[in-house]
């Protein structure tokens, strides 16, 4: 199972604290690759961007009328946290008790 968000992250702490095994992939580090962003992009859409985020609210007008998909390429930071891989190959989004209740936390 991999964990996609950033090693300073609170919540990503939380998710790898939760599930044994797991790994963080630091999505500053080691951005999303394209298929996997594609992924993503298809099933969360415009809820893969954290709009609630610091990055969001320093972003003009203008950036923030750019796809999600260039959004998160210019500052992986905006991405909603955690983005969890399955090993089946699932994907959630957050750390909700809806994540928790799917994973059997």
């Known amino acids: 199972m991999k964990i996609y968000g950033l090693k300073n992250c609170d919540t990503c702490r939380k ?3 939760s599930l044994d095994g797991a790994q963080l992939v630091d999505i500053r ?3 999303l690759d394209d298929a996997l962003l594609d992924l993503a992009l298809g099933q969360f859409a415009e809820n893969l961007v954290n709009t609630r985020s610091t990055t969001w609210r320093g972003l003009s007008p203008e950036e923030r009328a750019h796809p999600p998909r260039d ?3 210019a500052h992986p ?3 909603k946290r955690p983005l969890i891989q399955t090993a089946g190959g699932e994907l959630l989004l957050g750390w909700t008790p809806d994540t928790r209740k ?3 936390i």
């Open 15 to 17: 998710a790898l604290k």
């Open 29 to 31: 580090e080691t951005p």
């Open 71 to 73: 959004l998160l390429r």
């Open 77 to 79: 930071a905006l991405m």
């Open 102 to 104: 799917t994973l059997g």
